[in-house]
């Protein structure tokens, strides 16, 4: 964050002094010496009235960046289209007929492809940002800086790639998963919690989660055991017992995480409730019943015999 307020900053007193010399000729009032030694690329980019567009300049590092010297660019200004990647290549041309339209700030990240001779590396991925302004003659001008953010998008993939594989885990589990803030409050919610509770997840994330378990007790309550059971409460009002195991994580910043692992032990409980009413029976009877193993040792005798 910092960093960013810096390059923002920096950005700022950069295009201040750019602007102060509008009406300069091409390439003239740049702050060359400044933009050769930043990281990142400086360009002027002009679109006459015709819709035809030219670079009055480009700084130093753009070979670095668009496997296109400044001189090259100058020369042939399509060349820069074509140095885009094809995926992006139309968004681009579509924000820069906006901004030259409208006037309004041009401000896309797309990627560009590896210089020539060099096909194996990754995409580059950069950032364009740039207010235009109309010049005395009527061409629309953009003082553009290019700011590489490879790493950040890099680093957002491979967080979005960690995200979608736990959210694939997530799905497969047969329990209930539920995610929620410090305060309780419901964040996520799997695929089989939806059948165990009846809810949508857009119904129930941003609910308390008092709302599915009455008896559930938000993080930074009194201490619990980590398994319990309890008592879950269905969309159409029903309740149900489940057994619920309860962890907390600690994320970056202080803030917390906890994770609700929910089980439905209504057939458990059932069975349990069964096998109690059998045992009464086999206790009760006056006939014998009994148990032995292969070796015909006894394992069970009803109380029958001790009448």
């Known amino acids: ?43 002027r980019r002009v679109m006459g009235r015709d819709g035809t567009i030219r670079y009055d300049f480009v700084s130093a590092r753009s070979e670095e960046y668009l496997g296109l010297g400044g001189p090259e660019l100058i020369a042939e200004p399509e060349r820069f289209f074509g140095r885009i990647h094809p995926d992006h290549r139309e968004p681009y041309r ?51 800086f290019l700011q590489d953010i490879s790493e950040r998008k890099q680093a957002a993939e491979a967080l979005l790639a960690a995200t979608r594989r ?12 539920i995610t929620t803030d410090r305060s309780g409050v419901i964040d996520s919610f799997n695929s089989a919690a939806e059948c165990c509770f009846g809810y949508d997840a857009a ?23 980590a398994t319990r059971e309890l008592c879950g409460q269905r969309r159409n009002g029903s309740t149900f017992p489940l057994e619920l195991t309860r962890s907390e994580i ?47 040792s006894i394992r069970y005798l009803n109380p029958c015999l001790s009448g």
């Not at 045992?279 to 009994?290: K, P, Q």
């Open 94 to 144: 579509r924000a820069l007929a906006e901004s030259s339209r409208n006037h309004t700030p041009f401000e896309v990240e797309f990627r560009v492809l590896p210089p020539p001779g060099r096909s194996s590396e990754p995409p580059r991925w950069l950032r364009s940002s740039s207010r235009p302004f109309v010049s005395p003659a009527g061409e629309v001008v953009w003082d553009i």
């Open 250 to 296: 600690e994320l970056e910043g202080g803030e917390a995480l906890t994770v609700l692992v929910a089980r439905d032990i209504s057939a458990r409980r059932a069975a349990d409730a069964d096998m109690t009413r059998l045992n009464a029976i086999v206790h009760s009877t006056s006939d014998f019943i009994g148990c032995a193993e292969p070796d015909e």
């Open 1 to 43: 964050m910092k960093h960013s307020r810096h390059l923002r900053r920096l950005r700022s007193a950069i295009t201040a002094l750019l602007f102060r010399d509008r009406d300069a000729g091409p390439g003239e009032g740049l702050p060359r010496a400044m933009s050769a030694n930043i990281t990142g690329v400086f360009i």
């Open 203 to 225: 119904e129930v994330i941003g609910r308390p989660v008092e709302t599915l378990i009455p008896d559930a007790v938000p993080g930074g309550g009194p201490a619990r055991p």
């Open 166 to 177: 736990t959210n694939a885990i997530l799905e497969a589990m047969v329990d209930a998963v």
